[in-house]
Structures are given as structure tokens and as C-alpha cells.
């Protein structure tokens, strides 16, 4: 079974630059979350899609972050323009979750983003 | 607010030997916690849970205890293995109700290091 697929890997860009990310979840999974980890930190979720619909997105800075995942199933996320503060990997996770029944979230590799 | 805390940033065991990681949470809704491990350049990878229904969950090597009263939970790893090595994540949900998808809170991590 393949895994939480992420890309790119790495990215640098400079301060109020634009940076797009994108995820492949789990075949089948209808859950799809992001998270920052900054360093030193723990994931903090930024949003949570169920199949294409937005679960929670209370963490999303909404001003310059913003995620779609259309036709349920690949999803981008987008920083626009970026912070210095932004500089993070950002995971990508999906589960199989239904209402009230805690499911494993596998995570993908993460996207390493450096701001300048 | 910091709702699950690690507050060892790191440990150092010897091959062989116990490692114990400890948890604490604030959120009395918690109602299931999980312990995710980290490699380096790579994703959480899920490890061992536990209801809040019980207070001890064992997986091998791994044992899971939960103190609800102390709102403390621990990870036991017994024996240690140098391969054991890596960043170790406490999270935890809130499903009560069957609205959650499974939303996780995770704490800092704790840097664990087994020496051979």
C-alpha cells in the first residue's frame, strides 16, 4: 500500500513570496489533515478536510494560508504571502476517520520550507 | 495554551535498559491518546494508543499507561534498542460526542537517545 505522498521535499523562497504544497493521501482514506511543525515543536493542525468539505480550519492563519482539495482526494496547500515565522515542515496525514471512532492518521514525509 | 506537554526534551538510556517518556494533559475532554515516533526527514509514524476507558495498553516492547486522575499518561519501552532512537510524540483527541474526526493535540516531543 502506498503511502502519504508529499511534494516537494524542500523549499526556499524569500519573504512575501508565494509557496504552493501538494499531497496525495492514502488510497481510499476521506480524511486529510495539515499540520506545521516548527522547530522544536510539536504538529499543530491547520486544517482538516472531510472527503472535499472543511472540518476545521480554527488554527489556519486564513489571511495569507488557504487549502483546497478538490474531488475529495488530492490535496494543495498555499502561503501567500509568506513570513519569516512561516518557516516550518508542513505534514501532510490522511486516515480512514468517521464521526466518533479514532482512527491511525499516517503521515507523509513533510514539506521543509525555509523563508528568507 | 499548551494542552499536552512533554516536558523532558530529551532522555538517555543505555541499550537494554527501561525508557520511560512521560505526558501530561490539561484538557479533561480528552478521551484518547496516542504516541507517535519520529526519524529524522520523515513522518510520525503511529506507535501505541490508549482509551480512556483503560489504563494500561501493552504492544510488544511498548507499554502505554494512563493516569486519568493525574491526567498523566507514559510510554514504557522495555528493553530499549539503539534503533529506538528517534523523537517520540504524546497526542491526544477528543471523540466524545461522535462529531470528532479525530482531531489530534500533540505535544512538544522528547529526543530519545539509546546508546549501545
Known amino acids: 500500500e502506498a503511502g502519504v505522498a508529499q511534494s516537494p521535499r524542500y523549499k526556499i523562497i524569500e519573504k512575501r513570496q508565494s509557496v504552493a504544497f501538494w499531497c496525495n493521501p492514502i488510497?481510499?482514506?476521506?480524511?486529510l489533515y495539515w499540520y506545521q511543525q516548527i522547530l522544536g515543536q510539536g504538529p499543530k493542525l491547520l486544517i482538516q478536510?472531510?472527503?472535499?468539505?472543511?472540518?476545521?480550519d480554527s488554527q489556519l492563519p486564513k489571511d495569507r494560508f488557504s487549502a483546497e482539495r478538490l474531488k475529495g482526494v488530492d490535496s494543495t496547500l498555499k502561503i501567500q504571502p509568506a513570513k519569516l515565522e512561516d518557516s516550518a515542515v508542513y505534514l501532510c496525514?490522511?486516515?480512514?476517520?468517521?464521526?466518533?471512532?479514532?482512527?491511525?492518521?499516517?503521515f507523509g514525509p513533510g514539506t521543509r520550507l525555509l523563508v528568507l | 495554551d499548551q494542552q499536552v506537554k512533554q516536558n523532558s526534551p530529551s532522555l538517555s538510556v543505555q541499550e537494554g535498559r527501561i525508557s520511560i517518556l512521560n505526558c501530561d494533559y490539561t484538557n479533561s475532554m480528552f478521551d484518547y491518546f496516542l504516541w507517535y515516533k519520529k526519524y529524522p526527514a520523515e513522518g510520525p509514524t503511529f506507535l501505541i494508543s490508549i482509551s480512556s476507558i483503560k489504563d494500561k495498553n501493552e504492544d510488544g516492547r511498548f507499554t502505554v499507561f494512563l493516569n486519568k486522575s493525574a491526567k498523566h499518561l507514559s510510554l514504557h519501552i522495555v528493553p530499549s534498542q539503539p534503533g529506538d532512537s528517534a523523537v517520540y510524540f504524546c497526542?491526544?483527541?477528543?471523540?466524545?460526542?461522535?462529531?470528532?474526526?479525530?482531531?489530534?493535540?500533540f505535544g512538544q516531543g522528547t529526543i530519545l537517545t539509546v546508546h549501545p
Open positions: 497526542a491526544a483527541s477528543n471523540n466524545a460526542g461522535g462529531t470528532s474526526y479525530g482531531k489530534l493535540t
Open positions: 488510497s481510499g482514506h476521506a480524511t
Open positions: 478536510f472531510q472527503n472535499n468539505g472543511v472540518v476545521d
Open positions: 496525514a490522511s486516515s480512514p476517520a468517521r464521526a466518533g471512532r479514532q482512527e491511525t492518521q499516517y
